[in-house]
């Protein structure tokens, strides 16, 4: 029970009242876990990462991380987030080091693991570019080994692959599955691409919106590296889909005509089954 995430409620100020995001969540996820949260924009996904990571405080509940409460950010807990987000006039070891030299290690120590964690999502011969000449999943390798460096036990991605193009995503799909195997870190990951979620993580847990709230947990017991068109993975993206259908609807219905229901033929049935920015 490495994090414990007890009756957590959110509430924001929207258009002049209090508005719950995210009631009652509970859950408990375990040393190694990869586990991503799933469910339509707007559901609270980032939100309860936030929470979990310190930056956000919960109105109801807490977190508990090891037996700590969490009140805030902490190093045990980093975070890799859709826009990678380096400072530009740094080169890219400067960048994965800058955080091992605010912590006191020292410049040739931070070097040497800047190096070594930069060969691991393949960048070593990159590492004195600087960002601007680097592509969008170059600069993800980044903000990912300038979270790994850190060793930190979890590692927290807010839709770290949301931005990037399709084989850009579908090779760091399977660089994180390495990472996850050779590292052991316990991983939550937001994403709203069931294909995403089905062939990263062990666990899936369903959030459901207005209010958000988990509404279901699949376990993924199949070994990785996964297969992109594997039948069983195949399968529950489908009863995926279904469970999340009714929830998809209901941002739907607030959009357009109450009448509105989602078929299979209705939405992008295409290999990624993303629910889109809209629903
Ligand atoms: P998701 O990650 O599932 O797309 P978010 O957690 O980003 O959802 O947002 C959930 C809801 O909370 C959305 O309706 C969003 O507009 C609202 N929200 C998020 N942050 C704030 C904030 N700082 N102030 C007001 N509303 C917010």
Request: hydrophobic share 40%.
């Amino acid at each position: 029970m490495a994090i414990q995430i007890k009756g957590i409620g959110k509430s924001f100020p929207q258009n002049g009242k209090q508005t719950n995001v995210l009631v009652n969540v509970n859950l408990t996820v375990n040393d190694g876990d990869f586990v991503s949260l799933l469910g339509p924009s707007g559901c609270g996904k980032s939100t309860l990462l936030n929470i979990i990571a310190g930056l956000e405080k919960s109105t109801l509940g807490e977190v508990i991380v090891d037996q700590q409460v969490v009140t805030g950010p902490a190093s045990d807990r980093v975070m890799v987030f859709q826009e990678a987000a380096l400072f530009p006039w740094l080169s890219v070891i400067d960048n994965v080091m800058f955080g091992l030299k605010i912590k006191g290690v020292s410049s040739k120590q931070a070097e040497e693991m800047a190096q070594e964690t930069l060969k691991m999502v393949h960048l070593g011969r990159f590492t004195k570019a600087h960002p601007h000449e680097l592509s969008g999943g170059m600069k993800q390798r980044v903000a990912i080994a300038r979270a790994l460096v850190m060793n930190p036990k979890y590692l927290l991605m807010d839709e770290p692959f949301g931005a990037l193009d399709e084989q850009t995503k579908l090779l760091l799909h399977s660089e994180l599955q390495d990472i996850w195997q050779k590292t052991k870190k316990t991983i939550i990951f937001v994403t709203h691409s069931i294909h995403e979620a089905v062939q990263l993580s062990n666990r899936i847990v369903l959030l459901g919106t207005r209010p958000g709230r988990i509404i279901k947990e699949f376990a993924i017991p199949y070994s990785q590296p996964r297969g992109k068109n594997d039948p069983n993975l195949t399968y529950i993206e489908g009863q995926i889909f279904d469970d999340l259908k009714v929830e998809i609807e209901k941002v739907m219905q607030e959009e357009v005509d109450h009448d509105y229901h989602v078929t299979p033929n209705r939405l992008p049935w295409s290999s990624d089954r993303d629910m889109g920015s809209h629903i």
